[in-house]
């Protein structure tokens, strides 16, 4: 138990579909964080939070919409999504967006699969 | 370009001693990281280097050494559950304290 939360923990969905993924975290941090994990490939950073702003956009398609709205909770909103977007997706938290002297830590993810 | 190399896959037996290797070459460099990651589960942070040498805590060890871009992550007296992904992540690449993070080395210890 890290301390940030996820749910769904799996999460099946048609390409025409809307969902949304939620992530909370109990640690009292400031900065929040979406990554994308694909099988045989890195994590990939999407979003970035900090103090509820946006701080980082890593080339995201717009088919996925972050939502921040206070420093515990991260949505990951999801629309029209393509077979390529199945993976498991991370929360993470860390104390501000200055991680060198403060970790961050993760959830469990999502294990989101796009028909 | 940031380029983080691990192995893709390792296996030892329970009891040994394993070395997993990070490599790097990034544009700008402010410490490393080593994370845990059981199947299904969230990473967990192992340890950070910031300075060269040795860092030991319990069994896992981790190394850096900067001059070289080379980290090594240390496991001793292996146990089954060890058998996780380890993720190596540079903090300071191209400039953002956010940490870029390798592809992960699956290790399999087996009895």
């Known amino acids: 138990e890290t301390g940030v939360t996820q749910t769904p923990r799996h999460l099946v969905m048609g390409m025409t579909n809307k969902k949304s993924l939620k992530c909370e975290q109990h640690?009292?941090?400031?900065?929040m964080y979406w990554y994308k994990q694909s099988a045989k490939k890195p994590l990939e950073l999407m979003f970035v939070?900090?103090?509820?702003?946006?701080?980082e956009n890593n080339s995201v398609p717009s088919r996925f919409s972050p939502e921040c709205p206070n420093s515990s909770h991260l949505f990951l909103h999801l629309h029209t999504l393509q077979p390529e977007d199945s993976a498991l997706y991370l929360c993470?938290?860390?104390?501000?967006?200055?991680?060198?002297?403060?970790?961050?830590?993760f959830g469990p993810g999502t294990r989101l699969t796009v028909l | 370009g940031q380029n983080i190399d691990q192995p893709t896959e390792m296996t030892a037996t329970e009891g040994a001693i394993v070395q997993i290797n990070c490599t790097y070459q990034?544009?700008?460099?402010?410490?490393l990281f080593w994370y845990q990651q059981h199947a299904g589960e969230a990473p967990t942070f192992l340890s950070y280097?910031?300075?060269?040498g040795l860092e030991e805590k319990g069994r896992f060890s981790s190394f850096l050494s900067r001059s070289k871009g080379y980290s090594y992550l240390l496991l001793k007296e292996l146990q089954m559950k060890d058998s996780a992904s380890y993720l190596c992540?540079?903090?300071?690449?191209?400039?953002?304290?956010?940490?870029?993070f390798g592809r992960g080395t699956s290790l399999i210890v087996h009895p």
């Open positions: 280097n910031v300075l060269d």
């Open positions: 992540a540079v903090s300071g690449s191209g400039g953002s304290y956010i940490p870029t």
């Open positions: 640690l009292g941090h400031n900065a």
């Open positions: 993470a938290s860390s104390q501000n967006r200055v991680p060198s002297a403060d970790t961050q830590y």
């Open positions: 939070y900090n103090f509820k702003e946006q701080t």
């Open positions: 990034t544009s700008g460099f402010n410490g």
